[in-house]
Structures are given as structure tokens and as C-alpha cells.
């Protein structure tokens, strides 16, 4: 079975994402196609970059990953595909990859150079499809491109540790359907930094500049919270929390709440995207 996911910022209001998939199809008509999100903010490639490595390891080794945010080929953006940790991921030289890369050294990559060989009018997500499809085929990597060993890195994807390691300083990469704020501050990070100590984090309301109560505890799982507070968890809901969630990267949420009828943790907390979350040790 030959995987193509696609992570975009086409939304579904348009066709480009029914036609990007007609294009696979047309090329390579036994390809299994998962769409991972196609709801990215427009050229928004730290999110992308989240998403990815949120969500690659779910899939079997060999799947090809397909990109298509702030894609265009240009003076500052190549195109690229890497191998890395078993995976193929197909995308412009923009960052996307940093949140990967940082974590463990690519197999291979390599600069796309077919664009001459395609048609004149042919688009960079023509040119992406064409990769895709050869190496979902079994194709090697060296016959679409030029092997190359360093690609952009956007250093913002990672958090700071402070000189005296008494805090950790990120920001707010993501928010997600429950209006959970995803930060920058992964586990691993956090422990090698703890090592054992008291915490807080801080939180302090964009709107009126004042700080709410820190937040003292970082829970393995949701309803962690509930079970401390020994409330049956269906009626318990509306307290704000930390966990580190599935890909291992602080997350801030408020426990149960419909983001539709009472708030979530951005609108409740008023955290936003890119807005500083620290982790204070004692």
C-alpha cells in the first residue's frame, strides 16, 4: 500500500483540494490518499510544522508526506524532500521541516531540480505531486534531486532555556478545535530542565494585563484534574489545566469546555498565537 498525505492551507471551501487529489490519482491510481489537515492558516509554516510532527509517526514507514503551505518556488524558498526517521516529506525550503529536524538528523535530503522537465505551465504543487508519486512508486530520491546537507531553520520553533535554567521561555504554536493553546515547550525540554523541582506557569490575561492564578501542576491526562479534586468528571468542567499532550509539547486547556458555548483557554485565558508561555522553577 502506497501512502499520500496531504497537509495544506487550501481549506475545503475551494476545489484545489479535489483537484490536488485528482492529480495524485491521475498520476498513480493505487495510491491511498489521508488528508491530515487542509485547514492550515494561510502560509502559516510553524503550524504546519506542528501538525507534521504531530501527526507523522501514525502512519507506516514509507509514507509519503505531501505539503502544500507557502509552496511556491522562489529566490528564497527551494523545493525539498527528506527522508527522515522512515518517512518522505515533500515541501518548500520555508521552515516547515525545523520542528523535525531539530530533533534528529535527516537520512537524506535532496533539492527538487525536475521543474524543467515538467510542462511550462505546471504549478509547484504539480511539480510536489510528481515527487509524491514517484517515490510512493518506489522511486529514489537522487532522481528528482540534488543532494544537499543543510535546509532553513526557523530558530523560533524552539523554546529558551534561561542561563540559570530557573525558567523556560515559548510561545503559543497552535490552537486546536477545543481552543486547547499548544506551546513550543516540549517534555523533554522540560525535564532536563526541572530535574525534579517545583513549578508554575503564568498566566497573564491579554485583555486587561492582569495575571490570573498560575497554573502549579502539569497533569498526565485531562480528567487527572477532576480525579484530584475526587469530582465525578461528568460534572466537572470550567478549571484550566497543563498536560503534555500526544506529540510531547506543553498544552494549556480548560477542562470540558465547549469553546462554542462557555470559552476555551484562548478566549477564556486570552492566550493567542505567538503569545509568551513560561515555566517558572523554584
Request: charged letters at 20%.
Amino acid at each position: 500500500m502506497s501512502i499520500i498525505t496531504l497537509t495544506t492551507d487550501y481549506g475545503l471551501k475551494d476545489h484545489f483540494v479535489g483537484a490536488l487529489k485528482g492529480k495524485i490519482l491521475t498520476e498513480f491510481p493505487t495510491a491511498t490518499i489521508v488528508d491530515i489537515s487542509n485547514d492550515i492558516d494561510p502560509f502559516n509554516t510553524t503550524e504546519a510544522s506542528y501538525i507534521i510532527s504531530a501527526s507523522y509517526l501514525n502512519f507506516p514507514k514509507g509514507t509519503v508526506h505531501l505539503i502544500g503551505v507557502d509552496a511556491e518556488l522562489n529566490k528564497e524558498n527551494q523545493h525539498l524532500a527528506m527522508f527522515w526517521n522512515g518517512h518522505y516529506f515533500i515541501c518548500a525550503d520555508n521552515g516547515i521541516l525545523s520542528m523535525l529536524t531539530q530533533k534528529m538528523k535527516p537520512e537524506k535530503i535532496v533539492s527538487i531540480n525536475i521543474h524543467d522537465r515538467l510542462p511550462t505551465d505546471a504549478t509547484d504543487l504539480d511539480v510536489f505531486v510528481t515527487v509524491a508519486c514517484h517515490i510512493a512508486k518506489g522511486g529514489l530520491l537522487n532522481v528528482i534531486g540534488k543532494e544537499i546537507d543543510e535546509i532553513k531553520h526557523v530558530t523560533e520553533l524552539q523554546a529558551v532555556v534561561a542561563p540559570d535554567k530557573n525558567s523556560i521561555k515559548g510561545f503559543v504554536i497552535y490552537i486546536d478545535h477545543f481552543g486547547y493553546v499548544v506551546t513550543n515547550i516540549s517534555k523533554k525540554t522540560f525535564l532536563e530542565v526541572a530535574q525534579g523541582r517545583p513549578y508554575e506557569i503564568p498566566l497573564l490575561q491579554k485583555r486587561n494585563q492582569k495575571k490570573s492564578s498560575p497554573i502549579k501542576n502539569i497533569w498526565a491526562k485531562y480528567s487527572d484534574i477532576a480525579n484530584a479534586s475526587n469530582y465525578e468528571i461528568k460534572n466537572y468542567e470550567g478549571d484550566k489545566l497543563a498536560i503534555f499532550n500526544e506529540a510531547g509539547f506543553l498544552e494549556i486547556a480548560i477542562f470540558r469546555s465547549n469553546p462554542m458555548r462557555v470559552g476555551s483557554a484562548t478566549s477564556l485565558l486570552g492566550l493567542g498565537y505567538r503569545d509568551t508561555i513560561v515555566v517558572e522553577f523554584k
